[in-house]
């Protein structure tokens, strides 16, 4: 079956450690995206990737990084740098129909951080 | 820039009456318009989108949402609501230029649905 992964479903981590948050797609979609959700907040964007090898900062970069060096993987980095970093991430992928680009969600990773 | 709103940040029906979420979008060239739907603690699911065409689009689940120009909005609707529908929805767009890849979101609406 076709679809993204994200892992772990929850995670844990003391403040000051940096953690990494894994997304991997088999839709050979080219864009892969990184969203935070917050509670009465919708979604905002992170960072986004069109093509490997390229990326560009969201609305909310601060204090997270990601790489794209494979198209099927985009993992984000959440930095000790990020001041409030509990939350529930969500990364998509999208594919153009037509004009306008379809967006996919994984089951998304929420991360706690104490 | 684009910008969405939600009137309402939660709305409740019965089961079976009708089902209105509004979303209402900002921007001088009418965009690309989407519903999702998110469960509880899991990633966010296509219900319909408006790219061209037909003003009134059907989704998933029975539901339908109309592009009113005049109006600049995208409200979801559905005949009758059942159980399965409380959720949270969300409203997005993308623009029509280069940078449609990005979708804006509104902050969503919780719908419950009372037996």
């Known amino acids: 079956d076709g679809g993204i992964t994200q892992s772990p479903k929850y995670l844990f981590r003391k403040e000051g450690q940096n953690v990494t948050l894994s997304c991997e797609q088999n839709?050979?979609?080219?864009?892969m995206y990184w969203y935070r959700q917050d509670p009465g907040q919708g979604l905002r964007l992170i960072y986004y990737?069109?093509?490997?090898?390229?990326?560009q900062k969201g609305d909310i970069a601060e204090g997270y990084s990601v790489s794209r060096e494979k198209k099927e993987s985009f993992p984000l980095t959440v930095t000790s740098a990020q001041k409030n970093p509990t939350a529930f991430y969500l990364c998509?992928?999208?594919?153009?129909?037509?004009?306008?680009?379809?967006?996919?969600f994984g089951p998304g990773t929420r991360l706690t951080v104490t | 820039a684009q910008s969405v709103t939600q009137l309402g940040s939660h709305v409740s029906v019965s089961e079976g009456a009708l089902v209105l979420l509004r979303c209402n979008y900002s921007?001088?060239?009418?965009?690309?318009l989407f519903w999702y739907v998110q469960y509880p603690n899991q990633g966010l699911q296509l219900l319909l989108k408006?790219?061209?065409?037909?003003?009134l689009v059907k989704g998933i689940n029975g539901f339908e949402a109309e592009f009113k120009k005049s109006e600049t909005s995208f409200h979801l609707t559905k005949p009758s609501a059942h159980m399965s529908d409380a959720a949270e929805y969300f409203c997005?767009?993308?623009?029509?230029?280069?940078?449609?890849?990005?979708?804006?979101f509104g902050e969503g609406t919780q719908l419950t649905v009372n037996p």
């Open positions: 998509a992928s999208s594919i153009r129909r037509g004009w306008a680009y379809e967006q996919y």
């Open positions: 839709l050979n979609h080219d864009a």
């Open positions: 990737s069109q093509i490997v090898n390229d990326f």
């Open positions: 921007s001088s060239v009418p965009p690309y």
């Open positions: 408006y790219t061209t065409g037909a003003t």
């Open positions: 997005a767009v993308s623009d029509r230029g280069t940078s449609g890849s990005r979708l804006t």
